[in-house]
């Protein structure tokens, strides 16, 4: 059985979110003997640009002046987005990030300009033998995986588990979990301009009178999603088996890793902080959660809102849970702790 500390806090006052924050992760340094290194990176979300419901940056303050007061550096980290967006590249996920108020601390990109730079993490699970983790974050041993608890259309939920699969993946594993086929082209937006062409390492598209994709020699790695200036490129979102695949890019990107995740059960709305677009809450705050264990957290904050709401809330979620559980990712029985707030 796994802790889980929580602080209950349904008001939408950042400051004191930021206080409480700060407080569960030095109940869990406390409770659990952990210790620092120099530098420890701060896993987050910054949100699509349009989204209003993201977790704000002074959410953060609290976590990263305790951490500056143990003498460690902290450090914003991220990996790009498969489809097209506002964090598609580097650059422009930088001045996302930046407009959306996070400029306390350094940020970090880990799978290079357009997300194809990444390690390989061998796990041997059900689903896959290796995980292509983003290749910044190989330069650390411990990591401050905070969340955003809330719905996600292919998830059921995201939380602790998701931040870890698709955070943590290069674009190439982002796509494997997501799909099991190769982009396609959109022949009507396609101008045949051999952008994507170049861009290919595998010599997988040719231009005939529009781009084509040659499956058997596409690797999946989106590299040509990334660069289309038509958008013309895109990947399929109904791959099977999703909630097992997240489960399991979870497990490689924790792999031999020191982690505190932190979930902010706030904004509660039915989509993820991807969609670009204002959404309104489904539900009431509840809190802030954390622990050591992704599986017992993201259970946790599930039963939190279920109870909350008195509904099931994002249950199809559960099946990612589980599988999570099989494979060693974590345990789904947990005690929950409260303490209170400062």
């Known amino acids: 059985m796994s802790k889980v500390y929580f602080i209950k806090n349904s008001e939408a006052n950042y400051d004191q979110l930021g206080k409480d924050a700060s407080e569960l992760l030095k109940r869990v340094v406390s409770e659990t003997g952990h210790k620092f290194e120099k530098e420890v990176p701060i896993k987050i979300h910054f949100g699509e640009r349009g989204n209003k419901t993201f977790i704000p940056a002074k959410c953060y303050d609290g976590i990263i002046n305790y951490l500056k007061e143990e003498d460690v550096s902290p450090s914003y980290i991220e990996t790009n987005v498969l489809y097209r967006g506002s964090r598609t590249t580097t650059k422009d996920h930088i001045e996302t990030a930046k407009s959306h108020g996070f400029t306390q601390i350094p940020i970090v990109i880990a799978d290079g300009e357009i997300g194809l730079e990444y390690d390989e993490v061998e796990i041997n699970k059900d689903f896959f033998d290796k995980c292509k983790i983003g290749k910044g974050y190989g330069k650390y041993q411990q990591f401050i995986v905070t969340s955003h608890f809330k719905g996600h259309v292919a998830a059921g939920f995201g ?39 170049g861009k290919c390492d595998f010599d997988a598209i040719d231009i005939v009178d529009t781009a084509e994709i040659n499956d058997s020699k596409c690797t999946g790695c989106a590299g040509c999603i990334a660069v289309c200036p038509e958008g013309a490129i895109s990947n399929s979102w109904v791959g099977s088996d999703f909630y097992e695949k997240i489960s399991e890019y979870a497990y490689g990107a924790s792999k031999d890793k020191d982690i505190i995740y932190i979930s902010f059960i706030h904004n509660i709305t039915k989509e993820c902080d991807c969609a670009g677009i204002p959404m309104k809450p489904i539900t009431d705050n509840i809190g802030i959660v954390a622990g050591k264990d992704p599986v017992a957290l993201d259970t946790a904050c599930l039963d939190l809102v279920q109870k909350n709401s008195g509904e099931k809330l994002f249950e199809k979620g559960r099946r990612s849970l589980r599988h999570g559980e099989k494979i060693g990712l974590g345990t789904m029985e947990y005690e929950l702790i409260e303490i209170n707030k400062i």
């Not at 979990?177 to 009507?188: C, G, L, N, R």
């Open 159 to 197: 939380g602790s588990i998701k931040q870890l699969a698709m955070g943590f993946a290069s674009r190439s594993g982002k796509m494997e979990q997501h799909t099991d086929i190769s982009p396609t082209v959109e022949a009507e937006k396609c101008i045949s301009c051999g952008i994507c062409v």
